[in-house]
């Protein structure tokens, strides 16, 4: 009986192919020392960003650097694309989602152009976190993902 009160966990996809690390990785103090929420990042072998679960696009930055996605059951999704490419004013970077669209794991949504990055001496790093973690635990799958593959599951 006690059984069906467990707590649901969620499972968080890798939202590019490449490389899961962890957020101490990042240069970045904002996401290394979580000041915005744990998470993990991506070293990105590709520039096609999907979406990592099934929910809705919450905002989009008007740079395409930045989105937040809210899952079906109300988790909150930050997927922040490089270090400082709000700089660029969204060059580099394209996109045909809107707010309030409806996507399910895997849909396309934003594609970057590494190369633009590097020229720009941009990091490309691709940061996943959860703003309002509350009472869930995270656990980072490491290693080489591809879109699809857990990355992370919330218990």
Do not use: W, Y
Not at 56 to 76: C, I, N, R, Y
Not at 79 to 92: A, F, M, Q, S
């Amino acid at each position: 009986m006690f059984g069906l009160f467990k707590s649901k966990s969620s499972e968080i996809n890798a939202p590019v192919n490449g490389e899961v690390v962890d957020l101490k990785e990042v240069s970045d103090p904002v996401f290394s020392e979580k000041m915005m929420g744990e998470g993990f990042a991506v070293k990105p072998s590709d520039g096609k960003i999907c979406a990592p679960i099934k929910g809705t696009v919450k905002s989009v930055f008007p740079s395409l650097h930045a989105l937040t996605l809210e899952a079906e059951d109300g988790l909150d999704i930050l997927i922040h694309i490089g270090l400082d490419t709000v700089e660029l004013n969204g060059d580099g970077f394209s996109s045909t989602i809107s707010e309030g669209q409806k996507v399910k794991a895997g849909d396309p949504l934003v594609q970057v152009d590494l190369d633009f990055l590097a020229e720009n001496k941009k990091d490309d790093i691709v940061i996943v976190v959860f703003p309002e973690m509350k009472d869930k635990k995270v656990k980072i799958n490491f290693g080489e993902k591809q879109v699809g593959e857990v990355a992370a599951v919330l218990k």
